[in-house]
């Protein structure tokens, strides 16, 4: 992705690439100092990851823990910043340790500066992580 990617173009390559389970170029398109948050992490879960670094680790197990198979809805919303989107999705998928399915509604702002995301802030359903199955990487 070059440095003119917009946001949206951005995340939708994102998007596929998490699909493709190819975690490495999905953080290469971070910044050094990206910060990933989740405000409605409940207790045992990261609220913040601050670095390029710790998003890395955080992600690393992803696929060892989640088989995505599809974003079947995807609406992204330009705001009044330009580099800063606002994205309501779903993800669809299993849980790869109990063969269940997963399905998750998320929001996220995402904002992007110089072709990488600087920030995201991922509003995901912290009941969903109530079966311990769906635990992954940075939790308890």
């Not at 330009?82 to 904002?111: C, K």
């Amino acid at each position: 992705m070059s440095v003119t990617t917009a946001p949206a173009d951005l995340f939708r390559h994102g998007l596929q690439l998490l699909l493709d389970k190819d975690i490495t170029a999905w953080t290469d398109l971070w910044d050094e100092d990206g910060v990933l948050e989740f405000p409605f992490a409940p207790d045992g879960w990261p609220k913040r990851l601050e670095g390029k670094a710790a998003v890395t680790q955080y992600m690393s197990g992803y696929p060892d823990h989640i088989d995505l198979h599809d974003f079947p809805s995807v609406e992204i919303h330009q705001t009044v910043a330009p580099e800063t989107i606002v994205v309501e999705m779903r993800g669809v998928g299993r849980l790869v340790e109990t063969d269940s399915p997963f399905d998750m509604t998320y929001i996220a702002v995402v904002t992007v500066r110089n072709g990488l995301i600087t920030g995201y802030r991922d509003y995901w359903n912290p009941l969903a992580v109530q079966n311990p199955a769906a635990h992954f990487a940075g939790s308890n």
